[in-house]
């Protein structure tokens, strides 16, 4: 009797999206024409054309033409680390850059996403900060919300009093008494100091950094 055939398993699975396979085909479109804008001017007549758009453009605006520049790169990064790792997240968030600073924008299934989309937009290189406004469908797993957000007002008046801390590079997120840091420091001594705030607020569970520190 013939034996059947054995299907192999992947060694790495896809990532596990909620969203269907159209959703995902239209996301990894939009990502595709993103990242497509930079190679379209590859003839000597598109690099002249695209050049002088761009320059057009940015010239007209306050910020200038190098900023805006790098404002684009900081966009194509976050389309890139945003669809790679969450296809929900990608779809359900919009940010918009601007001298550096992020804001996103959105609803988001629960306050994990929140964190974790604060987190993907700090990692881009060039960001100065970050802004969240991505309200959150879902908060039946939070088991005192107001007391969440007692403490992250707390904590960002703190790091706003502190003269030693730069507190425009840091974002704060609290889920259930648990205190994530995000953002940049200028020293590991500056991260300390911001940690010990957090960790000295009452009813504060733990604090989790996602902290860069500059070199």
Not at 145 to 153: A, H, L, N, P, Q
Request: net charge positive.
């Amino acid at each position: 009797m013939p034996q059947k055939p054995v299907r192999q398993r992947p060694l790495f699975p896809r990532p596990v999206s909620r969203r269907s396979p159209r959703a995902r085909l239209g996301a990894a479109l939009i990502v595709l024409a993103a990242l497509a804008v930079p190679l379209a001017g590859c003839s000597p007549v598109g690099m002249a054309v695209g050049a002088g758009a761009a320059g057009a453009t940015a010239a007209q605006t306050e910020k200038g033409f190098t900023r805006s520049v790098d404002d684009s790169r900081i966009r194509l990064q976050l389309n890139a680390k945003f669809f790679e790792t969450n296809y929900d997240l990608f779809a359900d968030v919009s940010f918009t850059v601007d001298q550096g600073r992020v804001l996103l924008t959105g609803t988001v299934e629960d306050p994990e996403d929140r964190v974790t989309a604060t987190r993907l937009a700090w990692s881009a290189d060039g960001v100065v900060e970050v802004i969240n406004e991505l309200q959150v469908t879902d908060q039946s797993s939070l088991t005192d919300f107001g007391r969440d957000t007692r403490i992250g007002t707390e904590l960002r008046l703190k790091l706003l009093a502190d003269d030693k801390i730069a507190s425009i590079n840091y974002s704060i997120e609290v889920v259930n008494q648990t205190v994530y840091i995000m953002g940049i420091a200028r020293s590991q001594a500056e991260l300390g100091r911001a940690i010990g705030h957090a960790r000295n607020i009452p009813y504060v569970r733990g604090v989790v950094d996602y902290v860069t520190v500059r070199p």
